[in-house]
């Protein structure tokens, strides 16, 4: 330490004040630090550190198959066949509570099993000004269809204070997913010029300026050249190694040479007569055949999908799959794990998929979700029909582990105190649902929390599936008090709850709807700005089909009754423009014409026009959801939720124009027991999903 008499003395009187040393001091009290800093306003080194277990979904283990599906086997030999052991997985939720849980959580020790992870891509959203629409079809016409209100807020929150409020939300998880990372293993960071000065020296504190590999240039060409600047046609892709034994496949990461290449330099003959290059390369004598190919540099010239490729999603800020081909190759080997956090479309799961590499990915949009669930079906499709082999996948969130996490903060009851502030935070919760469905609360009642007009409220379990028993309590409230229509929201329900209870309360004169609570409720600013939507939840209906102890599928209705709260108004539509509404369960589009004059065009023809997706399981209650739960002392308690993974057995979904058709009844399946049940879950145009429960006596 160097300071002067006089500087220990300023240094002290200022300590006992509480007042900030000069910024000398830093360099005069510390050694000279080897790593680049970056500060921002808000940056904080607080990480999240929670370990939530996470739900299964569904589990996507069989491409549909047109022919009886025999109970035997599910596999069909002939063809490609399902590979056993690791499943893939896509995760719905905020990627800072699913790095945290995949870091603290159970499924480290089965990554860290198959080697650990190997490479992250990701391509956040770094775009201030970025339109993070994609496009719907709509009957027989495509739509742009907007962010969700929850990503909506994600990307505001993320831009809420310019680059700062980005730095802040990418920081946390680049620290946490290099503590996922192999020691081995790479990470790739996809931005452009308006952050990839500040996104380097991030990197740079991270991952050491000693672990930077590369500044990838993707180059390519796209509509638009300015007058008054040279056109920004590339994006930066910046790679670093988690340390010094950073995995690189030099035979993976080759490229074939291009026409001018051949030409020009293979002009020589080997001892065999075959064409080859010779030349001396540190002194020795190296020769080069054309067949080879080479490592290419650090500019890539790779175009984006064109309109008319079938790897097409309709995602503004899907990226080519030879882009990520070119990355995956290079950093990984077969069966190695690649991640993706912000996957958009699915892009890296597709390829990673068809290259042999295991596979993590998440999103945040639970229409991401929906679209990359719909592309891997694609891709196993086609494995399975080119005779190649494929993995299942399971879809996960943290759902009601998330919920309570943000409601109790991560706290159990251990004494009074903590159980009080729990029922206080209850309370807060449900007035939070309330005033964002503009409702007012109420109080003498066991499940009726509020009013709204002259319907009444009933706010489901935060942590459970909203239940038949809390339906049957509500109608007994109803009749001791003279109810007649109720509002009863949740965040899941009961698998079979629909339609037998709801003929119950109807003929005891109640009417009761089912309303979604959605995700953007955690959101201060969505509910402030009355930008919560609460969805009726859709009616299911099919047929089965026996013949034999052979079983199939007939989907025969789909009845969804959106809320209208989203109705435009005339001052929003200006001349040329239009809008998309609900207006009695259709979707129409209304449109301003040259002369102001309002234009309506109904969209949806029937009910199967809302069916973007469905899918059968035809022996539903065979494979229990069960969590593990990892303690302090590292030991593992297993423990079944109360609910079933759907096993998603057959499926029909629609494709781009004219390339999927969807099918309204499935394909057969050999049933040997006495009874099933036959689950079937449909996902509408918007992403929003549901599902039915039927008994089936063989």
């Known amino acids: 330490m160097k300071l002067t008499e006089s500087?220990?003395?300023?240094?002290?009187?200022?300590?006992?004040?509480?007042?900030?040393?000069?910024?000398?001091?830093?360099?005069?009290?510390?050694?000279?630090?080897?790593?680049?800093?970056?500060?921002?306003?808000?940056?904080?080194?607080?990480?999240?550190?929670?370990?939530?277990?996470?739900?299964?979904?569904e589990n996507v283990d069989e491409p549909r198959s047109e022919k009886i599906i025999e109970v035997q086997s599910s596999l069909n030999f002939e063809q490609g066949r399902q590979i056993a052991g690791w499943t893939n997985k896509l995760i719905w939720g905020d990627n800072k509570y699913i790095l945290s849980s995949l870091k603290n959580g159970p499924i480290r020790e089965e990554i860290e099993k198959t080697g650990g992870i190997k490479l992250i891509y990701i391509d956040p959203p770094f775009d201030v000004g970025a339109n993070f629409s994609m496009n719907v079809e709509i009957g027989d016409t495509s739509y742009e269809k907007k962010p969700n209100v929850l990503e909506r807020i994600?990307?505001?929150?993320?831009?809420?204070?310019?680059?700062?409020?980005?730095?802040?939300?990418?920081?946390?998880?680049l620290i946490l997913m290099k503590e996922l990372l192999a020691d081995d293993g790479s990470i790739y960071v996809h931005c452009d010029y308006r952050l990839n000065s500040k996104i380097r020296l991030v990197l740079d504190e991270i991952f050491g300026e000693k672990n930077f590999r590369n500044e990838i240039i993707w180059s390519y060409s796209t509509l638009g050249r300015p007058d008054d600047r040279f056109p920004q046609k590339h994006d930066s892709i910046f790679y670093y190694g988690v340390s010094k034994n950073c995995f690189f496949n030099k035979e993976g990461?080759?490229?074939?040479?291009?026409?001018?290449?051949?030409?020009?330099?293979?002009?020589?003959?080997?001892?065999?007569?075959?064409?080859?290059?010779?030349?001396?390369?540190?002194?020795?004598?190296?020769?080069?055949?054309?067949d080879a190919g080479m490592i290419p540099n650090d500019v890539w010239d790779i175009p984006y999908e064109n309109s008319m490729s079938k790897n097409r999603t309709g995602y503004p800020t899907q990226k080519p799959e030879l882009?990520?081909?070119?990355?995956?190759?290079?950093?990984?080997?077969?069966?190695?794990?690649?991640?993706?956090?912000?996957?958009?479309?699915?892009?890296?799961?597709a390829v990673a998929e068809k290259l042999g590499r295991k596979w993590i990915c998440s999103d945040l949009g639970k229409f991401s979700i929906h679209t990359t669930r719909k592309r891997m079906i694609g891709v196993q499709r086609e494995l399975k029909k080119n005779e190649k082999n494929w993995r299942a996948f399971e879809i996960l969130n943290l759902g009601k582990?998330?919920?309570?996490?943000?409601?109790?903060?991560?706290?159990?009851?251990?004494?009074d105190l903590r159980k009080i502030k729990k029922?206080?935070?209850?309370?807060?919760?449900?007035?939070?649902?309330?005033?964002?469905?503009?409702?007012?609360?109420?109080?003498?009642?066991?499940?009726?929390?509020?009013?709204?007009?002259?319907?009444?409220v009933s706010i489901g379990p935060i942590n459970t599936p909203l239940s038949r028993n809390h339906v049957e309590e509500v109608i007994s409230e109803c009749l001791v008090n003279k109810i007649t229509t109720v509002d009863i929201m949740g965040f899941e329900y009961e698998m079979g709850l629909f339609p037998t209870i709801q003929e119950e309360a109807k003929s005891k004169g109640l009417r009761l709807s089912y309303k979604q609570i959605p995700y953007e409720i955690f959101d201060k600013k969505a509910i402030s700005e009355g930008n919560v939507i609460f969805h009726d939840v859709p009616h299911i209906e099919f047929k089965v089909?026996?013949?034999?102890?052979?079983?199939?599928?007939?989907?025969?209705?789909?009845?969804?009754?959106?809320?209208?709260?989203?109705?435009?108004?005339?001052?929003?539509?200006?001349?040329?423009?239009?809008?998309?509404?609900?207006?009695?369960n259709h979707i129409v589009e209304i449109k301003c014409n040259s002369s102001g004059e309002f234009e309506k065009k109904q969209l949806t023809k029937s009910w199967h026009d809302w069916v973007d997706y469905w899918s059968v399981d035809f022996d539903y209650e065979s494979k229990k959801e069960i969590i593990f739960t990892k303690h302090k002392d590292q030991s593992l308690e297993e423990q079944w939720t109360g609910n079933y993974i759907f096993e998603n057995e057959w499926q029909s979904f629609r494709g781009k124009k004219g390339d999927e058709k969807?099918?309204?009844?499935?394909?057969?399946?050999?049933?040997?027991?006495?009874?099933?049940?036959?689950?079937?879950?449909?996902?509408?145009?918007?992403?929003?999903?549901?599902?039915?429960?039927?008994e089936v006596l063989i």
């Open 401 to 415: 582990y998330q919920r309570e996490h943000y409601i109790y903060d991560g706290k159990n009851d251990r004494d």
């Open 154 to 173: 994600a990307y505001s929150d993320t831009w809420g204070k310019g680059s700062d409020s980005f730095l802040s939300m990418i920081y946390e998880r």
């Open 323 to 349: 882009l990520l081909e070119r990355i995956i190759k290079s950093s990984t080997l077969e069966n190695d794990i690649v991640c993706d956090f912000f996957v958009g479309s699915g892009t890296t799961a």
């Open 545 to 584: 089909h026996l013949k034999k102890k052979s079983l199939s599928v007939e989907l025969v209705n789909f009845a969804v009754f959106y809320n209208l709260d989203i109705l435009y108004s005339d001052k929003d539509i200006k001349k040329g423009q239009s809008k998309i509404i609900v207006e009695n």
């Open 253 to 290: 990461a080759k490229v074939p040479y291009s026409d001018d290449y051949l030409r020009s330099h293979f002009r020589d003959k080997d001892s065999e007569g075959r064409r080859c290059r010779i030349r001396i390369d540190a002194g020795k004598e190296r020769t080069y055949y054309p």
């Open 7 to 57: 500087e220990k003395r300023d240094a002290i009187r200022l300590i006992e004040k509480d007042k900030v040393l000069p910024e000398k001091y830093r360099f005069l009290l510390f050694d000279e630090s080897q790593q680049v800093e970056i500060t921002w306003n808000g940056k904080s080194n607080e990480i999240t550190n929670v370990n939530l277990p996470f739900q299964i979904i």
């Open 423 to 456: 029922i206080n935070a209850e309370k807060k919760f449900e007035k939070n649902i309330l005033d964002a469905y503009k409702a007012i609360a109420v109080t003498g009642f066991k499940t009726i929390h509020g009013r709204k007009g002259s319907d009444y």
């Open 662 to 694: 969807l099918s309204l009844k499935s394909s057969s399946k050999e049933i040997i027991k006495n009874k099933t049940k036959v689950a079937v879950k449909v996902v509408d145009i918007f992403g929003n999903d549901s599902m039915k429960v039927l």
